[in-house]
């Protein structure tokens, strides 16, 4: 009788384990739901235009991180997507329901987000044509610009006439997906469609299309179905 009862306790701790990581798995899931949908049809503070609509599958890929985290992966060799963007954004708005769809069709389970809104510097030019700090970079988010410079795009500023102005930086913009296979960058996408001109557009077929096309090009370098990268062999 013993023997049973101590069997049946090591399985009901075995299911509460089980349930445990999923529920934490599914917390995250549902947590990214919430923040996407929580903007959905308001007006966005920075432009004044309404906020797509998005509809978030409660079982999407999303699993939270941040900088600190994702140099951890990267130290230990590890190979993961990880998807930089926030909610009000309107590029990324305009892709990560395609996004989800996609690693669910490529076998991707695990999409890791660095919520990037408030973790990056921000620069501007001074009259004089110099660069001004105005916000420092969260813990963490120097070091990963560097890991992953060989990847991401300039940071680049414009003066207050309009011209470009090269910081001599890296910048992990929104949305960026990155690839890391074995710590490495590997490829870095935006995962919208070109012939998508405005982040507030509706998303023709096309265009949704053409954006699956897209990452499914990403993941299959992942899931080492590519022997080309992301532009073509």
Same mark, same amino acid.
């Given at each position: ?16 384990? %089980? ?13 990214? *739901? ?12 920075? #432009?004044? $235009? ?8 409660? #079982? ?5 991180? +941040? ?5 951890? *992966? ?14 009000? @954004?309107?590029? @990324?708005?305009? @892709? ?13 389970? $695990?999409?890791?987000?660095? +919520? ?7 620069? %501007? ?34 003066? !207050? ?8 930086? *890296? ?10 296979? +074995? ?13 998508? $001109? ?14 699956? +096309? ?11 179905? !590519?022997? @080309?990268?992301? $532009?073509?062999?």
């Amino acid at each position: 009788m013993k023997k049973l009862l101590v069997g049946l306790a090591l399985g009901a701790i075995a299911l509460a384990v %089980v349930a445990t990581k999923k529920n934490e798995k599914m917390s995250d899931a549902l947590k990214f *739901k919430k923040a996407y949908e929580s903007d959905n049809g308001k007006k966005r503070g920075k #432009d004044g $235009k309404v906020i797509r609509v998005l509809d978030i599958p409660r #079982d999407n890929p999303i699993i939270y991180s +941040d900088c600190t985290k994702i140099l951890e *992966k990267m130290n230990n060799n590890e190979s993961f997507v990880v998807y930089f963007g926030f909610s009000e @954004c309107p590029w @990324c708005r305009s @892709c990560i329901e395609t996004m989800i769809d996609s690693a669910k069709e490529n076998n991707i389970d $695990k999409v890791y987000y660095v +919520d990037v809104k408030d973790v990056r510097d921000s620069l %501007v030019v001074a009259d004089d044509g110099s660069l001004m700090m105005v916000k420092e970079a969260h813990k963490g988010y120097d070091e990963l610009v560097d890991r992953l410079s060989s990847v991401l795009d300039d940071y680049i500023l414009q003066d !207050s006439e309009g011209n470009e102005v090269n910081t001599g930086q *890296k910048r992990i913009y929104a949305p960026n997906f990155i690839i890391v296979k +074995d710590g490495q960058p590997l490829v870095k996408i935006d995962g919208t469609s070109s012939l998508q $001109k405005d982040p507030y557009e509706a998303l023709s077929i096309e265009m949704i299309d053409d954006m699956q +096309d897209i990452f499914k090009s990403a993941f299959d370098l992942l899931n080492d179905k !590519s022997a @080309c990268g992301i $532009k073509g062999c």
